[in-house]
């Protein structure tokens, strides 16, 4: 019985091992919140504990839709997840730049450049990640386009 568990357990981790490694934006996304738990763990030790709950929200939320968009029931669910994603990318870079300009101390290069690669990985397979507000109100205003948004 002992055995049959491992093996499972073993199967399950190979599994994981190479679903994350088929798909470069779930494996890129999982790796930047690794590095955001790490930079908030960080803060939290320098006493930031209100911006550090902010950050780790947002930034663990990239990787968690990304990753719930790809068993998606539906198209239209599916963008949603990935739109999600989006928005938690542009509040994750906005606690980022808070925490940058509030605290000159803490260098977080690395991150804007982690995300970056995930945005990158976004475009090259036709994700965008950046979402223009007023060209996406444009569209739903507009009775011609407005079926695209639903």
Known sequence: MCGCIVHLIWQ????????????PIVSKSLLFAV???????????????????????SG??????IRESQNAESKSDFIHKLKIS??????T????????????KFDITDLYDKLDEI????????IWFHV????????ILSSESRHLFA
């Not at 870079?93 to 000159?104: S, T």
């Not at 223009?132 to 444009?138: P, T």
């Open 12 to 23: 399950y981790l190979q599994m994981r091992k190479s679903y994350q490694n088929d798909n």
């Open 60 to 65: 663990t939320s990239i990787g968690a839709n």
């Open 119 to 126: 945005a990158k990985v976004a475009n090259e397979n036709n």
């Open 132 to 139: 223009d507000g007023a060209y996406g109100l444009a569209g």
């Open 86 to 91: 989006a928005k938690e990318v542009e509040e």
């Open 35 to 57: 590095n955001i738990v790490k930079f908030t763990d960080l803060l939290k030790s320098n006493n930031i504990w209100n911006l550090s709950d902010q950050l780790l929200k």
């Open 93 to 104: 870079k906005y606690w980022l730049e808070l925490i940058e300009l509030a605290y000159e």
